[in-house]
DNA sequence: AAAAGAAACGAACGATCGTGCTATTAATTG
DNA sequence: CAATTAATAGCACGATCGTTCGTTTCTTTT
């Protein structure tokens, strides 16, 4: 993580910084991340804030991370409650779209990709590895509810997932450019029709 | 456009001043567009770039433009010269798809959607009237393609646009960030089956 | 309470940002 | 060719960028 951060407001200290941090990435994109407006929205000094993180690709990546985390936590936990099957696919796509909504200046992690899809480098191995962990999740999703023989055994999961990802992508755009409840449902009824499409 | 552009040789600069323009957007985002930076591209001065937008912005409504300009002619135009209906239609797709696989630093467009969707003023607006005038095209072709009686006429012309745009994202996305031909496969075989699940 | 160490500040750095101004070229018009 | 006007360069401005360094303030440990 950080160069150190050894004492317990240390810590503490970061994780204001990264809150911070998260709310203006949201907004800005993570590009649009800068040590001065990170100080000012914290109330600390410039070098306080950097001295948290050693450089600003280091802050980036850690503000990446928050993302992912609060993602999963919004999303994948409380579907991994729900029993293995069809019930944990539609909630993990319900919570998926509840995301969507719930976040006003739009998710940071969809928003990272349009970012870094064209630039190598350390961030974007984090995107990669991010997005490749909730696709991963996405697709076992799906094979569970295959084997539990709610979708007919010659699905493609991957397939699945794929499509699944891209009523996610356009709800995510249609909510903020035109109208987010037309969007839903629009986003509802496509995941609707491909399960239906998919039934045994 | 610009303040001024009365001669022939200071169109052309502005064409040639755009073209370079429009490339550093691809990679870099509009946003990431800097007037220091295409004066390096184009042998120029900063001022003499300036000169020719006025401001950063009005560059970067410009630049915009070019993006929409550019798809259009390389999508929408070359489908137009097809019948009206399912041929159409599947020239839309297939271009776009197309577009996608040979713009390897990515589709300005696509990206400005992300970079804008929670920034109102006017960027954000040229990027929705973009946006919104190629859903039109795209939903009516699909319409088109009802009336001929190639779809089922229960058929619904923006549902089917809202999800063939999420194929698009998707394939955008994975193009740049997995395996390129594998995400063209599954944005092929998902159009595929969304029209067969309403052919009459 | 004293010593040690981590956290935060303040000032400065070179770079770059967008944007004015004033010349100086170049192109168009008469 | 001369007169006019447009196009470009040069220079400077205030702001902000990420980063470094030395100092001071606060926590933790002894």
Known sequence: MGPQAATTKGVATRELILD?????????????????????????????VFAHFGSREDLQLAVLDVGGQRFGEAVLIPALRK???LARLRSIVAGWYDWVRDNHHGC??????????????ALQDRVVTLIHR????????????????ELRADTDALQL?????????ALHQDTRLFDPQQARAQADLAFDRLISTHLP
């Open 20 to 48: 911070r941090a998260y709310a203006i990435a949201c907004r800005e994109g993570v590009e649009g991340l800068s040590i001065g407006a990170l100080a000012l929205a914290t109330g600390m000094s410039k070098s306080g």
């Open 83 to 85: 029993a293995r099957g």
């Open 108 to 121: 940071l992690i969809m928003a990272a990709i349009s970012e870094y899809d064209s630039r190598p480098g």
């Open 134 to 149: 909730w696709r991963s999740d996405t697709a076992r999703a799906v094979q569970m509810t295959i084997d539990t023989g």
């Open 161 to 169: 997932s794929f499509e699944i990802f891209g009523f996610a992508l």
